[in-house]
């Protein structure tokens, strides 16, 4: 997230300017991965084919709707603790711990990548609720804390598909 990130909203929650803008590039850092996750999901939703289409295309479409929520809901969390969400498709993908997809890969490859992807946010996340734990910003480490779980499961769910 953009050094240069300044407060536009003034917000008195208890939490000093300077930490919520720490807490503010930590999220932001997470809603570029979950966006870039969100997009490399929906990309693989429309272009599975094989044995394990329906299963996939059906458990994928779940995933990218989920993950639709978790992004508006991050944002609004951010824009809450009085900072702008990151703009622009390049910083998405700059900021991610998410890897962007150039080419398709075979059916398993798509999903084992997801299933990877789903555990880096959830590594990505355990730094932010400590981050959102310190500042005793209880709402922002629920939140995060919650996704943490969304992540695990569906990282759980994916790697099933593909247990030998």
Do not use: C
């Not at 917000?11 to 870039?36: C, E, F, N, P, W």
């Not at 990309?43 to 995933?63: C, E, R």
């Not at 700059?94 to 080419?103: F, G, L, M, T």
């Amino acid at each position: 997230m953009s050094a240069s990130m300044k407060q536009d909203i003034p917000v008195k929650v208890g939490i000093d300017q300077k930490d919520r803008k720490k807490l503010a590039q930590k999220m932001g850092a997470v809603l570029s991965s979950t966006y870039v996750l969100y997009h490399k999901t929906h990309a693989f939703h429309w272009n599975i084919t094989g044995p394990m289409f329906y299963s996939v295309h059906k458990l994928t479409d779940d995933q990218y709707l989920a993950l639709a929520e978790a992004i508006d809901e991050i944002a609004e969390r951010v824009r809450a603790i009085g900072f702008p969400t990151p703009v622009g498709l390049g910083n998405y993908i700059k900021d991610s711990v998410v890897d962007d997809v150039a080419a398709l890969p075979e059916p398993e490859a798509m999903i084992k990548q997801l299933a990877e992807d789903h555990q880096s946010i959830s590594r990505q996340l355990h730094e932010a609720v400590e981050e959102a734990e310190e500042l005793n910003d209880v709402f922002t480490a629920d939140l995060l804390t919650a996704r943490i779980g969304a992540h695990e499961e569906a990282s759980w769910m994916l790697s099933a598909l593909i247990a030998k």
